[in-house]
């Protein structure tokens, strides 16, 4: 007997793949990027807890607007840019409630332990920076983004973060020597 097209079953097609819900998404950008966006944090702030907090809020806020993301494979930088938001936001509040501004209210003997003078000489100096100068050379030198990178995280030009950069080092360079003297 010979079979007609009517009688073979329909082709299988493969079960298009759901995309994966933001609750799994944000949880695993969370679990490899949220310590170097912690480390950002703390040394923009130079508090850890508060550092934390940044971040925390950042990743809450991702999850909240992850419908609202033009292009959700640049999460990783909008959670970027929302840190070094948050970390402006608590700077500014600080300064406006008489609060400390950059350095750590109180550093445990262990933290102290880990990290070197000439480690501490360095952050000092860098929390010294204006925040424009700080965040630019965190980004560039800490976590090692390019200026693309950078640009967009800050929502500058390209051209902004080259200027601020060569400035930053230079101011850096000179509180440096003037601590040395």
Wanted: aromatic fraction near 4%; include cysteine.
């Amino acid at each position: 007997m010979k079979a007609n097209a009517t009688d073979l079953p329909p082709p299988v097609r493969p079960a298009p793949t759901a995309a994966p819900a933001p609750a799994d998404v944000v949880t695993e950008l969370y679990r490899v990027h949220a310590l170097g966006l912690i480390r950002l944090a703390v040394v923009m702030l130079g508090d850890r807890p508060a550092a934390e907090d940044a971040v925390q809020e950042a990743f809450c806020g991702l999850y909240r607007r992850w419908h609202s993301l033009a292009d959700p494979a640049k999460a990783l930088s909008y959670a970027r840019s929302s840190v070094i938001n948050n970390c402006r936001t608590v700077l500014r509040r600080r300064r406006y409630q008489g609060g400390p501004t950059g350095d750590p209210p109180g550093e445990s003997a262990e933290a102290l332990a880990l990290i070197g003078e000439e480690h501490r000489q360095v952050l000092a100096a860098i929390r010294r920076l204006p925040a424009r100068q700080r965040e630019v050379l965190v980004l560039r030198f800490y976590l090692d983004l390019d200026e693309e990178e950078i640009a967009a995280s800050m929502r500058i030009s390209r051209g902004t973060v080259k200027s601020t950069t060569s400035r930053a080092l230079a101011a850096l360079g000179r509180i440096l020597g003037e601590q040395q003297s």
